[in-house]
């Protein structure tokens, strides 16, 4: 997921702001007092955990997937993972341990390091000293360092047996500037409205199919004292989803595409076009979005004060909610962005981001590693594997076209369907786009300030991202 | 003040070579404690004070600092500033050639001040009225606190130990406690909260025609996501601020000479009075190191605005645009470091005013 653990921690920000008081170096007495507790907090953050091949055990009824390579292969392998959440980590374990049923010769070591250091730190630890196999996102997040040299061509593995279990928009999504492919694809999500079925059989609300009804449906929630549209923008990436959505409904994949990629201009009207009926549709988002982050806002729909909200894994917090209040995964389901009637609602397209696995060029292990890595990736790219993972985490599903969808939640049944059914598949905006474009001040910033102030003159507005796009060369 | 001078003369250690065959015997006489005739010398007649040892120590004790200050601070700051003028990703050649790997010239500071990135202005606007909040808000109200606690208040420890804490706190724990307060939804977020309960759920104030419904209305308030979020972050900082002037104001106020007191109280000067004209000119020194404290925690701000938005707009200081830009995955090392360089040149300006007025004052 790419920032859903975004949430700004204690730890991150300690950790640079060590930096900064090294840096200035005159400082009061107050600083050097924090000084050793922010040291000591940077220390537990970018120390990692260690969990060495932990022997979780396989959730009962998982088969062992066949062995991709011989199993008499021998090795070590080093795997730097970002999945440092409960759930996750615990279901990536489950997809090594099956890996070590099928090749005991090959020791697994797990790097599990903290979301967020994982993501602001990615430059440095891939220059640096990274493990064989890291986590990473898809599109242009893994082409930024793919073109930097920083990951390993893994062309090989899908000219063989793992190319023929994707599609080719998958194989697009992990493949370079330079037509080589530098990722294994793993799991995905689509980013669908969410919605509490027992709150709308009460109210008698129903699924909306196009702009116009999604429409008159917030109208009518906010009668009802129901906040229409939720939104948790706190960490900067939710609301790309609805320009995302907007943008492919209004003027179709190759536009959205293209604009992503810097072909076509933000001084476009079309793009104001985006812009002016996403105006039309805020004054029936959730207020506070900017403060409140996604979990959230999730939250308020999961507690049925607000009506639907555009997310991807919503189930995420559902399931933690599932703890104490049962009941409350079976209550949710989605529904596809409607059409627009701009004749591209055919497309039926959508974000669904694809995370994966990398080969870092840069560990100082990978040259004895290779063939062990190599052997792990493929691994990882089988459909048995990823179902394994998408049953330890139901928010997401897998990617190989073999994986077996039977024992999926109804939820991500449907995600399969919805992903099956749409003709283009984008993967987000941050990963359709330039890293240094979309990080946090850079379109990060320009949607908030849209957000903040939406009744501002659209023409300085989108002149200005696009002088923006136009400084950052290539 | 003999006395002191005095008692600076009897510290001077016995183990000191000067001192070898000095007389055992106390004596309070400086001359007897010190015997000058008995120093070292170095060339004819001329009395010096350090040994060759002497020299050797306080050449390392200087030089180490020195050599260090040197490569760390000043060494960064060039590093820094050849790094501006490439468009640099932090890997690989710096300048080898490429896009990311280019010798851009002064490139990087035209897109800054010509607003081609616009967050710049922006950010450089937040840390001015960072600043200012901090300088004419919350070190007066500091400076207010720690004149109150001067006085002989009871529980005065307690007081003080109230308004110190923040200080103790980093500023990354400052934000979160911060965030608790401002959360936009009422059952997550204290203000909101209050005025959620006080529009709600008081009998008396929620019927009131106007008054509930104020309190109904602003109980939804994003308070660190409006356009003015800058302002309820200051206010976070200043919670922290005023604790750390109040603390080295008082320290000041301790070490003020009472009798100057009383005699503004014998000349008839009311309390005020004795503040504005006695007390705060004679605290000039106190009061600089105050005002470069200040210019340096405005300058320096970083942690609340990232931990509450990760820097993104409103909430952009040059601090968060330094970070977003070289440290992450923005990968603009090149850009952020034209930033840095800005502002190490900005923050130079404090220093150089503070350190040149110390010197003035020793001269004297």
Known sequence: MADQENRAGLLSGGQVSRREILKKGLIGAAGLTVLPAVIAACSSSSTATSTPAAPVATPAGATPPPAATPAAATGKVTLGSNLSD????????????????????????????????????????????????????????????ADQGLFVDISDLWAGATGKLYTDAVKTACTSYDGKQYMIPFDTYAWTVYYVPSLWKAKGY???????????????????????????????????????????RENGYQFHVDLMAGKNKWTDPKVANVFNVWKDLLPYYQTGAAGRNWQDAVNGLLAKTTGMMLQPQAVQVAIELEKTKPGTLADLDFFSWPGHGKGFDDEAALDAPIDGFMLAKNSPNLAADTASAKTLLAFFGLGATQGIYAKADSSLIAVASDADTSGYTALQKKQVAVIGAAKKLTQFLDRDSNPAFTGPNGMGSFLIDFLSKPDQDLTPFLAKIQAFQDSLGS | MPDKAASAAASVQPGDPGLAGAAVTPSTRLFDRFPFNRMPFIGRQRWHLLTRRDKFVLALMVGIPLVLDIALIWGSIVVDFLWSLTDWHGNGAITGGGVGHQYVGLNNYGQLFTGTYPFFWTAALHNVFWLAFLMFVATPLGILMAVILDGHIKGMAFYRTVFYLPVVLSLALVGIIWQLQYAPDWDRGFINGTLHFFGYQVPLIKDIPFVGKW??????TDWVGGPLSIIPTVIAATWRHVGYVTILYLAGLKGFDPTLREAAAIDGANSRQ??????????????????????????????????????????ELLSTLITNNALSESTRIGFGSAIAVILAIVSLVPIVIFLAMTMREEKK
């Open chain 1, 206 to 248: 129903t699924v909306p199919t196009t702009l116009a009804d999604f429409k008159t449906l917030a109208a009518k929630m906010k009668n009802d004292g129901i906040v229409p549209i939720g939104l948790g923008q706190k960490d900067g990436w939710p609301a790309m989803g609805t320009f995302d959505i907007i943008d492919l």
């Open chain 2, 215 to 220: 309190f109904r209305d602003v109980s939804t």
């Open chain 2, 274 to 315: 004795t503040f504005f004209k006695v007390v705060f000119p004679v605290m000039k020194p106190i009061n600089i190191m105050i005002v470069v404290i200040t210019t340096i925690e405005a300058l320096r701000a970083f942690d609340l605005a990232f931990i509450t938005n990760g820097g993104r707009s409103p909430l």
């Open chain 1, 86 to 145: 409960a759930t996750p980590k615990a279901a990536l374990a489950a997809a090594v341990a099956a890996f070590n049923v099928a090749n005991p010769g090959i020791t697994v070591t797990t790097n599990t390091i903290d979301h967020n250091t994982f993501q602001t730190t990615l430059n440095t630890y891939l220059g640096a000293t990274p493990e064989d196999v890291i986590t990473w996102f898809s599109g242009y997040r893994m082409r930024a360092f």
